[in-house]
């Protein structure tokens, strides 16, 4: 069986239409030689079938070699095209459609791109490949407008490499209705990894600071102190910070340090890019 596009006959039918429709929509075209609008009509669907690249399976079904077939499934008039999930038609439509039409219907039916993402940065986390899962679940996360399943998971992400303050984020973006007991365990872990984070060394400078905002010695401590403890966000902010004052702080170690950070988000990181063009407006 091709991946894409299928023939259909009576010895195939039932592990095209009912097996193969358990795993994702077959398009079920009836079709015959001597019917022009079946002409013009199958190479959209076979264009459509490639373009999807396998995400649902295109059958043809010669109605006068298979008429036992059109039969079974109630065709009365060519083309006619159905939409089988699980065994069942769930959709479909009699004689040609436009190309605009036939994509309205096919996307009820099939993943959306953000689903498909979602599922990539499943696999990689279940890999073990964080780093890499990390933007593509964050893709999926805002193409989806931020739906809630997705947001667990990059939470979960988030908090596995200390992203802390950007775990927050997302987890309060979660509305009440979601907030089942995997949003509990990880609200449990973020202020596990909150209070972790609060070393002595650490709530020492922040209350320095806190006396004196001014004390840019306190806050560049305290900015690397951070950067070691995976708070990237916290520590960029305060180093820039002392860069609006003086940008070439400790002998330029500040830049470096604020620099370094950056790098360490990866390309492409959008704390990075949100950073990299807080420094670009201070440099220029």
């Known amino acids: 069986?091709?991946?894409?596009?299928?023939?259909?006959?009576?010895?195939?039918?039932?592990?095209?239409?009912?097996?193969?429709?358990?795993?994702?929509?077959?398009?079920?075209?009836?079709?015959?030689?001597?019917?022009?609008?079946?002409?013009?009509?199958?190479?959209?669907?076979?264009?459509?079938?490639?373009?999807?690249?396998?995400?649902?399976?295109?059958?043809?079904?010669?109605?006068?070699t298979e008429q036992m077939l059109a039969g079974q499934l109630g065709v009365r008039s060519l083309p006619t095209v159905m939409v089988l999930k699980e065994g069942q038609p769930v959709d479909g439509f009699?004689?040609?459609?436009?190309?605009?039409?036939?994509?309205?219907?096919?996307?009820?039916?099939?993943?959306?791109?953000?689903?498909?993402?979602?599922?990539?940065?499943?696999?990689?986390?279940?890999?073990g490949k964080l780093d890499e899962a990390l933007p593509v679940l964050r893709q999926a996360y805002n193409e989806s407008g931020e739906r809630a399943d997705i947001a667990k998971q990059l939470a979960a992400v988030l908090l596995e490499q200390n992203r802390v303050p950007e775990a927050e984020t997302v987890l309060g973006q979660i509305l009440l209705a979601d907030q089942d007991s995997d949003y509990q365990q990880l609200m449990s872990q973020l202020e596990l990894k909150q209070q972790a984070a609060e070393s002595p060394e650490i709530k020492g400078l922040q209350q320095a600071l806190e006396q004196n905002p001014e004390?840019?010695?306190?806050?560049?401590?305290l900015a690397v102190q951070y950067s070691q403890t995976h708070r990237p966000q916290e520590a960029l902010d305060l180093l820039l910070n002392v860069l609006r004052s003086d940008l070439n702080y400790a002998d330029g170690a500040a830049?470096?340090?604020?620099?370094?950070?950056?790098?360490?988000?990866?390309?492409?990181?959008?704390?990075?890019?949100?950073?990299?063009?807080?420094?670009?407006?201070?440099?220029?």
Do not use: H
């Not at 030689?33 to 010669?62: H, I, R, S, T």
């Not at 830049?255 to 990866?266: E, F, H």
């Open 1 to 64: 069986m091709n991946e894409f596009i299928v023939d259909v006959t009576q010895d195939n039918a039932q592990q095209v239409l009912i097996e193969e429709s358990m795993k994702r929509p077959v398009v079920v075209d009836f079709w015959a030689d001597w019917c022009e609008p079946c002409k013009q009509l199958m190479p959209v669907l076979e264009k459509l079938a490639k373009e999807y690249d396998g995400q649902f399976l295109l059958a043809k079904v010669n109605a006068d």
């Open 215 to 221: 004390d840019f010695e306190s806050a560049y401590k």
């Open 94 to 127: 009699a004689g040609a459609q436009s190309e605009k039409q036939i994509r309205e219907m096919l996307d009820k039916y099939l993943p959306k791109p953000w689903d498909l993402k979602f599922e990539q940065g499943k696999q990689l986390v279940g890999e």
């Open 255 to 284: 830049k470096q340090a604020y620099l370094d950070i950056i790098k360490s988000l990866g390309t492409g990181d959008p704390l990075a890019v949100q950073y990299q063009r807080k420094l670009m407006t201070l440099l220029y």
